[in-house]
């Protein structure tokens, strides 16, 4: 297996109000202006980012995030294109077989693998996180990219899916913070312990990740890019580790 290197709310509550149980570390690159609800890294250039169509996702709403934060975004449906990129995406939503088997029939598995297991600047969102993982009960025997251990679980609830606002446990983590983002999934994967990966956590019936990050790389099980300042600071603060790399 190759190794990666370098209860719900309807309503939408205050992203640092509330008990929050732990601010995340801040990365150090990490500096946010806030002008007209805009979160921007100070002082860069424009970083070319590559945002891979798994075929179950629409695109819309995380090319707009990007853009918010200052990147130029293309559209990868071709091992070639992914290779050029130096920063690369993964979003998606629908299921796990259905997502595999999509990147599958473009080529793009082995590329991504490359990239995630070199260490590159990576973001993986919702099912785009889940298949990084080994295999999910959503989809038996179809196998996954397996850079993550362990499998993707239905959620123990007896209320599915999980849609809308929750809070993340984000104690310790250099691009995540604590406080409420927005989930829309059925199945997750347990909470435990990751080797050196910083993880955060959700409640939903039991515990499980809501993201994992080390290096410049970054996976989570809820939406940035639904998740209001929130999510916004998060991917300001991840592109900023990004660009240094």
């Known amino acids: 297996m190759p190794a990666l290197r370098c209860a719900a709310r309807r309503e939408r509550p205050s992203s640092s109000g509330g008990r929050v149980q732990g601010a995340g570390a801040r990365n150090s690159r990490c500096k946010i202006a806030v002008g007209r609800g805009r979160a921007e890294y100070e002082g860069s250039a424009v970083i070319e980012v590559g945002v891979v169509r798994t075929g179950t996702a629409n695109l819309a709403s995380v090319l707009a995030a ?8 293309s559209v990868v449906e071709r091992p070639d294109d992914l290779v050029k990129s130096r920063v690369v995406v993964l979003p998606g939503v629908g299921a796990f077989g259905q997502a595999m088997e999509g990147m599958r ?10 990239h995630f297991s070199e260490g590159k600047p ?3 969102i919702c099912l785009g996180m889940q298949v990084l993982f080994e295999s999910s009960e959503e989809s038996p025997g179809v196998v996954g990219m397996g850079l993550l251990p362990g ?7 007896a209320i599915l899916p999980q849609i809308g606002w929750n809070r993340i446990d984000a ?23 990751f080797g050196d990966w910083k993880v955060s956590q959700f409640e939903y ?10 290096g410049a790389q970054l996976a989570c099980q809820f939406h940035p890019e639904l998740s209001g ?7 300001t ?5 990004a660009r240094s790399c």
């Open 66 to 73: 990007l853009r918010r934060i200052g990147c130029a975004c």
């Open 105 to 114: 029939e473009r080529g793009l598995v082995d590329a991504l693998r490359l």
């Open 122 to 124: 990576a973001l993986a």
């Open 151 to 157: 499998s993707v679980v239905r959620i123990d609830s």
């Open 171 to 193: 104690t310790g983590c250099a691009f995540q913070k604590s406080g409420h983002a927005y989930f829309a999934n059925t199945f997750a994967v347990p909470h435990g312990e």
């Open 205 to 214: 019936g039991r515990s499980y990740v809501a993201g994992i990050e080390r």
């Open 229 to 235: 300042q929130l999510g916004l600071d998060m991917l």
């Open 237 to 241: 603060c991840w592109m900023a580790e």
